[in-house]
């Protein structure tokens, strides 16, 4: 029997949340992962290097590849460099906050340094995943970077019936105001040609957990993306958040739901993973999931510390009879 071919939609610590999981599947299922990542960050060490130097922000991709890194020990010291970060050494000249490598992770500048080597970014992902003995592949959902631009209702609290608009994904992450509209800029990017292939071959495809507005939906307003999901035959698949971000404070879980079919009206879904104990009121998130045409599963995933984090294990567990249905 050949692999389930997986597909994972989303960015930063949500994917890397999903990607842990699949991981955990393996050993009981056998799995074909691919991640298509957000391309569209501008905070951090990633939007240093693209106002910088151009190119895709590199953050959410290094994430991914780290999440899929093999177990062999020198793959693992690799994924711990991709992930080491320049802190600020006082005691050295020149070394104060203001120097230049302060704050960069040391797998941005290598994913940056291989897409200016190599000219591609799909090849620079696949040598880079070479490197870390990657369990999957990670591909960008353009090959261009985006800017993500929301018109947002009390962006600043002291004109809170004000609607303005955001540019950024940093921006409209941190905005304690409502989203209210969501795009893209340029607004019909085209689509890795890679991940419409993975898309368009897949077994399932998956969105969440992550950032909603920032993560998740970015994905649906990339026209000819939405178009492969839309037509694809692969099951789907929604990972629900244990809590409302900055972002989306004041959307329940069945309003996350029921943004995706705002922005994708055609999409339909069959499997809705929420946690048991996140989950809230499940009648309104069941009502929402059956309007997508999924069924709710209900499921532990979330640490047993009480912080809002997906278990990958426990995410895994719950994943493996979802996913080997009918395998």
Known sequence: MNPARVVAFGGGHGLSASLRALRHCVPELDLDITAVVTVG??????????????????????????????DHPATRRTAGLFQHRFAAAARLPGAGADNPLVGHAVGNLVLHGLMELVGDPVAA??????????????????????????????????????????????QVAVTTGRVEALRLAPAAPAACAEALAAVRGADWLIFGPGSW?????????????????????????????LVAEKETLGLSLADHLDTLRRYLPELKVDVVLADSKAVGDPVAVERAAESLGARLVLAPVAVVDGTPRHDPAALGAALVPVLGADR
Request: include cysteine; aromatic fraction near 0%; glycine fraction near 12%.
């Open 213 to 241: 507005y920032t993560s998740v939906l970015p994905h649906l307003l990339v026209p000819e993306l939405a178009d492969a999901i839309i037509s694809s035959p692969a099951r789907r698949l929604v990972t629900l958040n």
């Open 41 to 70: 960050d501008d905070g951090g060490s990633s939007g240093r290097l693209r106002a910088e130097r151009g190119g895709l922000p590199p953050g959410d991709l290094r994430q991914a590849l780290v999440a899929l890194a093999g």
């Open 125 to 170: 992902l696949d040598h880079a995943g070479a490197m870390l003995g990657a369990v999957g592949r990670v591909l960008p959902m353009s090959c261009q970077p985006v800017d993500i631009e929301a018109r947002v209702r009390g962006a600043d609290p002291d004109h809170p019936d004000e609607v303005r608009t955001l540019r950024g994904q940093h």
